[in-house]
T-cell receptor, first 112, second 113 residues
Framework: GDSVTQMEGPVTLSEEAFLTINCTYT??????LFWYVQYPGEGLQLLLKATKADDKGSNKGFEATYRKETTSFHLEKGSVQVSDSAVYFC???????????FGTGTSLTVIP | DTEVTQTPKHLVMGMTNKKSLKCEQH?????MYWYKQKAKKPPELMFV???????INESVPSRFSPECPNSSLLNLHLHALQPEDSALYLC????????????FGPGTRLLVL
């Protein structure tokens, strides 16, 4: 069945460091891929998405490229800020209607 | 507007109480969802409504009872909960169909004493 494997955390970075959070997926066909962010005490916010191979989703300095050949959707940001401290979830929506598959989440802490 | 609202924000209830969580969206979405999220874990799907009909129940105990009065509203009725039901309850909505984006509300943080 469909699934998402996400880099284990927690991740601690200094401000202005480069961020990569790895995400790989297993799915039949061509799923849509998402990154959600959850700040402390809040719900999930859509950060970015991509719906077909080679699409690049981007938002707030974050980017992720849908790579079908490596079944990956890694999240990157060139220079993190303290305000980026949150939990990041990779997710997949595939051919099973109305079903989302989440990764385990990666907790990011950015220190000044 | 991609807003999903949930009330209340926080809820404390005893094991004999009856309470309800409410969720509302005005994006014209015809699929709505309830998720349960424990600390430091991904959301776990509980129920899916499609065109106001229950389409998925992930073997949730009967002490949780969902209701979809109309296409904009989703309720979760709670009765005789256990302390292990304490969690963040998230509502989401999406267009109906495959590969659609789900939009989440801020959640209700539930504590069962």
């Amino acid at each position: 069945g469909d699934s998402v494997t996400q880099m284990e955390g927690p991740v601690t970075l200094s401000e202005e460091a480069f961020l990569t959070i790895n995400c790989t997926y297993t799915a039949t066909g061509y799923p849509s891929l998402f990154w959600y962010v959850q700040y402390p005490g809040e719900g999930l916010q859509l950060l970015l998405k991509a719906t077909k191979a080679d699409d690049k989703g981007s938002n707030k300095g974050f980017e992720a490229t849908y790579r079908k050949e490596t079944t990956s959707f890694h999240l990157e940001k060139g220079s993190v800020q303290v305000s980026d401290s949150a939990v990041y979830f990779c997710a997949l929506s595939g051919r099973t209607g109305n079903q989302f598959y989440f990764g385990t989440g990666t907790s990011l802490t950015v220190i000044p | 507007d991609t807003e999903v609202t949930q009330t209340p924000k926080h809820l404390v209830m005893g094991m004999t109480n009856k309470k309800s969580l409410k969720c509302e969206q005005h994006m014209g979405h015809r699929a709505m969802y309830w998720y349960k999220q424990k600390a430091k874990k991904p959301p776990e799907l509980m129920f899916v409504y499609s065109y106001e009909k229950l389409s998925i129940n992930e073997s949730v105990p009967s002490r949780f009872s969902p209701e979809c009065p109309n296409s904009s509203l989703l309720n979760l009725h709670l009765h005789a909960l256990q302390p292990e039901d304490s969690a963040l309850y998230l509502c989401a909505s999406s267009q109906e169909g495959f590969q659609e984006t789900q939009y989440f509300g801020p959640g209700t943080r539930l504590l069962v004493l």
